[in-house]
């Protein structure tokens, strides 16, 4: 990796943390000195970039929180790692978010060129996804799944249990389960005050419940 790449990954890296790094990772992580690290963080300080450096616990340097960068630019390469990954969530079942998934791959193939199109398309057709899917949901599950695991909702479920029966419970997401064949879903059931886990498969409908306005 030349220097010029060197120093936009390190500045997509900080940008990607939540909490300081050290000098000895950044220099464990692109495997450089430490002594071209500190040049490094430097050389970004002296193009106006808000490297700061913080002390304490989970401390490093990081970047400023309010600072922002351009879009990313992704070469078909990478563009293809990702779509490749995404695609084969999709065709696994591998996470119960099918539509987030899907338009973040749409988004991925429209920033890219024609000619970087048709090579994403040659390197995808060239790959090939074997293994046993998930237990298929409906869309309109997964919708309301997908709905409530990012707005942080609680989801009403009309669940049928191992013995045939149909209840309905009011749940929030905790957490998620992906086995080889099955997702399951970690709840906090608010009627028995207790946690709970539900096949995904088993779940015949399902809804967000909005927030109430106070």
Known sequence: MNRQARLLAITEFLRARKTGVTAEQLAERFQVTMRTIYRDLDTLREAELPVLAEQGRGGGYALDRHYTLP???????????LCALGTHALAMRLIPFPEATQRALEKVRGVLSASAQRELLTSMKQLQFVGVPAHAASRAVTQ???????????????????????????????????????????????????????????????????????
């Open 71 to 81: 879009p990313l630019n992704l070469t078909a390469r990478e563009a293809a790692v």
């Open 144 to 214: 309301a799944i997908e709905e409530a695991w990012f707005t942080q909702q609680p989801l009403d479920l009309h669940y049928r249990n191992a013995n045939g029966e149909l209840t309905k419970r009011r749940v929030r997401l905790l957490s998620l389960v992906m086995e080889r064949t099955l997702t399951l879903l970690n709840c906090h059931d608010e009627a028995l005050g207790e946690q709970r886990q539900f096949r995904l498969d088993r779940i015949e409908r399902a809804e967000a419940v909005a927030a109430q306005a106070g």
